[in-house]
């Protein structure tokens, strides 16, 4: 016997001994799961005697294999982002160096272009150091001349701000003084310039010459 799910409309092939019941069946589709009522033939029902029901069968259910999900993408390995991590670390570290290495060896152009980079400089350790060297004193009959060096003997190019000289006694009292523009506005490391000047009426009890730098 052949019946039709009234759902899905799926057809069975039923044994009719099956529906041999007075009551008939409880039926239920294998394939979308819905149940109905169904009675049994009319023949069955006359011929046969009227009996409990029996128990609905339970027909299994075809199972439907599940729908592939999408793959889930692969996670990164943490160990891979730490290692990127660290790569551009040391990569701005180098570049750091190489740049403090720089600015190191090109001190002079560097403070000649910013002049406000001579204090981080000498932060830093390096400060220009700047001296006066070969001072002599000559007599002529014009007045006195003095002349001499200013030596950069530190490591950091620097400024030379204006000169004082004066003269003194033999008691190393000050007598006379003037202030003089510098010989070179600056000096690198190890750079010398040189310097004179004259006192056209020198004081007669002079006899030693000091030399400074101008307060700025």
Avoid at 25 to 36: D, L, V
Avoid at 127 to 153: C, H, M, Q, W, Y
Avoid at 192 to 200: N, R
């Amino acid at each position: 016997m052949i019946l039709a799910c009234p759902a899905c409309r799926t057809r069975f092939l039923v044994d009719e001994q099956e529906l041999s019941g007075p009551a008939g069946r409880t039926m239920r589709c294998a394939i979308c799961g819905h149940t109905w009522h169904r009675s049994p033939p009319l023949a069955m029902r006359d011929r046969e005697p009227i009996a409990p029901p029996a128990a609905p069968r339970i027909e299994p259910a075809i199972g439907v294999p599940p729908r592939a999900g999408p793959v889930p993408a692969p996670q990164r390995q943490p160990r891979r982002r730490l290692a990127i991590g660290w790569g551009v670390l040391g990569t701005v570290v180098a570049l750091l160096a190489l740049a403090l290495v720089a600015a190191t060896i090109a001190r002079s152009e560097v403070v000649a272009m910013w002049p406000a980079a001579a204090r981080l400089y000498a932060l830093a350790g390096f400060s220009p150091k700047l001296e006066f060297r070969k001072i002599a004193t000559t007599r002529t009959a014009e007045g006195l001349v003095i002349e001499g060096d200013v030596t950069n003997t530190g490591n950091m190019p620097g400024e030379v701000p204006r000169l004082r000289v004066a003269l003194r006694d033999p008691a190393e009292k000050e007598k006379q003084f003037k202030i003089i523009d510098p010989p070179a506005a600056w000096l690198a490391p190890g750079e010398t310039a040189h310097f004179k000047t004259s006192f056209d009426h020198p004081d007669e009890a002079a006899t030693g010459v000091l030399m400074t730098f101008a307060p700025r």
